[in-house]
Every structure is written in C-alpha cells, then in structure tokens.
C-alpha cells in the first residue's frame, strides 16, 4: 500500500480546520473513496490538560442542557476568566491508496494543499519512505 500522511498546522483557528474536515467529508462521499482517506485532529492544549478536561466537560453538560456552575468557575479561574484554553489544531490526513493507483495518490497529495482551507495552513507531507512516517503514523493511529 501507498500511504502519505498530510499534516496542516492551523495554529488556533479552529473554524479553518473544521472547513478542511467538511471539505475531506465531501471528498469522501462525493468521489466514493471511503477508507482510502481518513482524517484526524491533533489537538494542543496551551493551559495543561485538567483545564482543557474541565473546559470539554462544561461544553458537554451545556450542550446536554445540564448547569455545571463549579466545573465552569474553576475553567475561569484556571484559563484566566474567559473560560477557554488556548489550543493549536493539527489536522491529520492520511491517504491509503494500493500500489496501482500511485497516480491518484500523487493526484490528491497535489490537490489538498492547493484547496482553499488547507492553503492557509501550514503543510507537511510524509511519504511511506520518509524516516519520519513510522512516528507519525503510530501518532495518526494513536488520535481517536
């Protein structure tokens, strides 16, 4: 199998990097690839990962319509006030095409970086030769 693994850094702006999901989504339905491609987010916590799990429980009890006023105070107290943790967004893209469509791989791997959110990203490609593939694919394997 020929894999490459896209990496798009999108620093803080998460509204660009779910445009790169929903943009991947349509991909994927529209030219019936399946499996062949699959994205992941990496996401970086800039305040420690108890106040981003204090922040991600609040979002969840407000979305169910539950009041979490103790776990919401300490997200403030803890990110400053404003209640949210600085994170950086990496959004991760693998593409899993078998050995005789090495034309299509090299077909995608020039056309995602070239649509519009992934433009403004920075952008890495890891090819299955390169010495860093092994690490990144276990960190793509690892992100859920």
């Known amino acids: 199998m020929a894999q490459s693994i896209l990496i798009f850094d999108f620093g803080t702006d998460e509204e660009a990097?779910?445009?790169?999901?929903?943009?991947?989504?349509a991909w994927q339905q529209g030219f019936r690839l399946g499996k062949k491609i699959l994205l992941?987010?990496?996401?970086?916590?800039?305040?420690?990962?108890a106040d981003a799990a204090a922040a991600d429980a609040?979002?969840?009890?407000?979305?169910?319509?539950?009041t979490a006023?103790?776990?919401?105070?300490k997200a403030k107290?803890?990110?400053?006030?404003?209640?949210k943790a600085a994170s950086g967004v990496r959004l991760l893209i693998r593409l899993d095409f078998s050995d005789h469509e090495k034309l299509t791989l090299q077909r995608w791997l020039?056309?995602?970086?070239?649509?519009?959110p992934f433009k403004s990203a920075k952008g890495e490609t890891i090819r299955h030769g390169d010495?860093?593939?092994?690490?990144?694919?276990?960190l793509f394997d690892s992100l859920d």
């Not at 107290?77 to 209640?83: E, I, L, T, V």
């Open 110 to 116: 020039d056309r995602i970086p070239s649509e519009e």
């Open 40 to 49: 992941k987010f990496d996401r970086k916590e800039s305040n420690g990962s």
């Open 77 to 83: 107290s803890a990110a400053g006030g404003d209640g």
């Open 58 to 66: 609040n979002e969840e009890a407000a979305a169910k319509g539950k």
């Open 17 to 25: 990097a779910q445009q790169g999901r929903h943009k991947v989504d």
């Open 69 to 73: 006023k103790k776990g919401s105070a």
């Open 131 to 138: 010495a860093a593939f092994a690490a990144t694919a276990e």
